[in-house]
């Protein structure tokens, strides 16, 4: 119960169509095991009540809430939604993204509706989330922000919105850890490397008519533990000790969790 009566939004709790779990829904899960009570946002409600009612039937205490997290008010509510039902927010993890899914392309393809909408999905419902969370956490003395970004920061990823958002959210945390330390909050970000997730498997299969089991084999021989992507989980696991007091001294911090990936040079 490392989050015993910890009152969490996570932001992008449901998931793409596909095979196995994806890293909001493992997040919110293992949230609401280890005790906290969890706002599970997604713009696709039903995938959010999906989930809750995976963390109730564990026994866990868990409400869904839709939004459309490029819109202000939407998340100004979120945020309003889980202060009113619960009377604190202690942690604020922000889970959406979009690449392929939202029209993101190499430089020469992309177009101007891709990229603002690759924007507006990654990097500013991320800004506008914190935004309206801080005051709380500040007049609380004490919050957790956890922001998941991608190895695609740091690796040559082809696409030029994901990349360039995922890269910016990294400063924006680091940002929010610095101005935020007075107030007790703690700010870090997570970069996912090669998962088996729904959105990072089966949209790639989709969009490049492969078989999954095809996607998955390639994307597979790129990571040096094991030969074998992670999972989910394994961001959810990360997530939980930023979440936690074992965590109490760490913030700013950009960790990967991409089976040694960032390790290789040349």
């Avoid at 990823?157 to 680091?174: G, L």
């Amino acid at each position: 119960m490392r989050l015993k009566d910890r009152i969490a939004i996570v932001v992008g709790a449901g998931q793409s169509p596909g095979e196995g779990m994806g890293n909001g829904r493992a997040t919110a899960l293992t949230f609401a095991r280890e005790g906290a009570k969890v706002l599970c946002v997604d713009h696709n409600l039903a995938s959010a009540e999906e989930t809750v009612g995976m963390i109730r039937q564990s026994k866990g205490t868990a409400e869904a809430f839709k939004a459309d997290v490029t819109k202000d008010a939407d998340l100004r509510n979120m945020v309003s939604d889980a202060h009113q039902r619960w009377g604190r927010i202690d942690i604020l993890h922000n889970n959406v993204g979009v690449s392929l899914s939202g029209g993101d392309a190499e430089l020469l393809e992309i177009t101007e509706e891709a990229f603002d909408r690759c924007v507006a999905i990654n990097l500013k419902s991320c800004v506008l989330a914190a935004k309206h969370v801080i005051p709380i956490m500040r007049q609380q003395q004490s919050g957790v922000i956890i922001n998941i970004s991608s190895m695609a920061v740091i690796t040559t990823y082809p696409y030029v919105a994901y990349k360039a958002t995922k890269a910016a959210m990294v400063s924006f945390t680091e940002q929010l850890a610095y101005q935020n330390a007075q107030y007790g909050i703690r700010a870090n970000v997570i970069l996912p490397g090669l998962m088996n997730t729904p959105m990072a498997v089966d949209t790639r299969a989709r969009t490049f008519k492969k078989t999954r089991a095809e996607v998955e084999a390639e994307r597979d021989s790129k990571v040096p533990l094991r030969k074998k992507m992670g999972t989910g989980w394994d961001v959810a696991n990360a997530a939980l000790f930023l979440a936690s007091d074992e965590a109490n001294f760490i913030t700013g911090v950009t960790l990967p969790v991409d089976g040694g990936a960032s390790v290789r040079r040349g």
